[in-house]
């Protein structure tokens, strides 16, 4: 068993910070596209449902018992400026660590690009699978625990993406404009951590659903919004558009029947409104970010957020004013952000041993444990950026509160910045340093100290540049 001491860790980090490392640019290509047709843009989408029996939002909730509508895998290939650039986004829970890795790797190969390179993010639906293979090991060494993800379903879903990429590739389209717009999406977005005491501390969280009047009535609190989308045309014609927007995209879960949801439902009703360009939806800075307020888990309430959404992708949309694409530039980072103190390998184990707790209280260890042994590998997590003229594609790992969205169009403002997070799961919460002494759930299940503010804060400034 792995026993990762926290000082000598910390040591290292502190000693790696000081030299660059644990931040660090890993790549930064920009294209100057001189002639029409340089650019290229291929466009796939490929099944994603996973079967009856499947295990749903990390196997603590009820696995999949009927499908009411499929998820999917939607996503671009950009050509033509340098290697092939992938962006994708996925109807999951999350990809963590291992998971996110193969499924970057997976289309990497596919393109004919390296990992670093493919962006892949979750939407984020919980009546979804969750994947991350470190605690599927761990998990089905107790024996007697529901499994994290199928492992043949999810050597499946990359063997249907890696088919759907090179598919995808036979038919790529020229492109010559980008557009970057944004519409205002009413009555969805609430900030989860509105009750608080006079000190500040969280006494309650709005989640998803509420039907608590009180805390219901209580203000939006701090919310992005804004629906960004950026959008890539040859001539006239659009070809793709990607959508990023903040909040958790549930109305209601926990039932065993599997939904892109409210946010997924929306971009299908776009689709097939608008068939001839592709959409993309990207969940942005969520962590605490939810529709509570204006959603009470009712089939109503669902049909109701459904159409907000709709509106915010139309507007958005509306907004839009193509212009020629003179540069794209390709930007990582990599950080490695220190552990969170308190939590110690062999008492996470000891609590995935305890055949008396329940299955949350003992599968949620596990993906603990799995970070703490990437972390002790010193694996980082990469983070990237899209220029495309005055547009900027940020893509963050994890559950970022929304700060760091709001903070990076701040860093930007000359640009529309569309922020998609969700990206390596292996994260967990991320919240910002200044609500670390405030509590609350989402603090409560960090997996990092505050220090991972400044890691991502800085790397999202040189990102944006």
């Not at 449902?49 to 895998?73: K, N, R, Y």
């Not at 761990?138 to 999810?154: K, N, R, T």
């Not at 804060?457 to 540049?465: E, I, K, P």
Request: proline residues 6%.
């Amino acid at each position: 068993m792995l026993h990762e001491n926290r000082r000598r860790f910390l040591q290292r980090t502190v000693a790696a910070l000081a030299t660059g490392w644990t931040w660090q640019a890993a790549h930064a290509t920009a294209h100057a596209i001189s002639f029409p047709g340089a650019l290229r843009l291929a466009r796939f989408r490929f099944d994603v449902t996973p079967p009856i029996g499947h295990s749903c939002c990390g196997g603590w909730i009820p696995p999949v018992q009927v499908v009411d509508d499929p998820l999917e895998a939607i996503g671009i290939v950009l050509l033509g400026a340098g290697q092939p650039i992938v962006l994708c986004a996925v109807d999951w829970t999350g990809l963590l660590n291992d998971a996110h890795r193969r499924w970057r790797q997976a289309l990497a190969k596919a393109a004919g690009t390296t990992p670093d390179r493919v962006a892949v993010h979750c939407v984020h639906q919980h009546n979804a699978p969750m994947a991350c293979l470190e605690a599927q090991q761990i998990v089905d060494a107790q024996g007697d625990l529901p499994s994290i993800v199928d492992l043949e379903f999810f050597d499946r879903c990359l063997r249907r993406g890696q088919q759907a990429v090179r598919q995808s590739l036979e038919d790529a389209r020229r492109i010559t404009h980008v557009a970057g717009g944004r519409g205002r999406v009413e009555q969805v977005a609430s900030n989860r951590r509105v009750h608080r005491d006079d000190s500040g501390r969280v006494l309650a969280m709005r989640g998803s659903s509420c039907r608590d009047e009180k805390l219901r009535a209580l203000p939006e609190g701090t919310i992005d919004p804004w629906l960004k989308t950026v959008a890539f045309y040859d001539g006239d014609r659009p070809l793709a558009a990607l959508h990023h927007y903040a909040t958790h995209p549930m109305s209601f879960y926990a039932d065993g029947r599997v939904s892109s949801d409210f946010v997924g439902l929306a971009r299908k009703q776009l689709q097939q409104q608008q068939p001839e360009c592709l959409h993309v939806y990207f969940t942005g800075c969520a962590g605490d970010v939810a529709a509570g307020k204006y959603n009470d888990g009712s089939p109503e309430a669902r049909v109701a957020l459904t159409k907000q959404m709709v509106e915010g992708l139309l507007a958005a949309q509306s907004d839009l004013r193509p212009v020629p694409i003179d540069r794209v530039e390709w930007r990582t980072a990599q950080l490695l952000p220190p552990p969170r103190e308190g939590l110690d390998a062999d008492q996470l184990q000891t609590q995935i041993d305890n055949r008396n707790a329940p299955v949350v209280q003992r599968n949620r260890p596990a993906y603990t444990l799995a970070w703490l042994r990437r972390l002790a590998a010193q694996k980082p997590v990469d983070v990237s950026c899209l220029h495309v003229g005055d547009t900027r594609l940020l893509h963050l790992p994890g559950e970022c509160f929304v700060q760091y969205q709001l903070r990076a169009q701040a860093m930007a403002t000359d640009c529309l910045v569309a922020t998609a997070a969700y990206g390596d799961g292996g994260t967990w919460y991320i919240p910002t340093k200044e609500e670390y002494p405030h509590g609350g759930y989402e603090v409560s299940v960090a997996f990092s100290d505050p220090p991972i503010d400044d890691l991502i804060t800085q790397a999202m400034a040189n990102l944006l540049g």
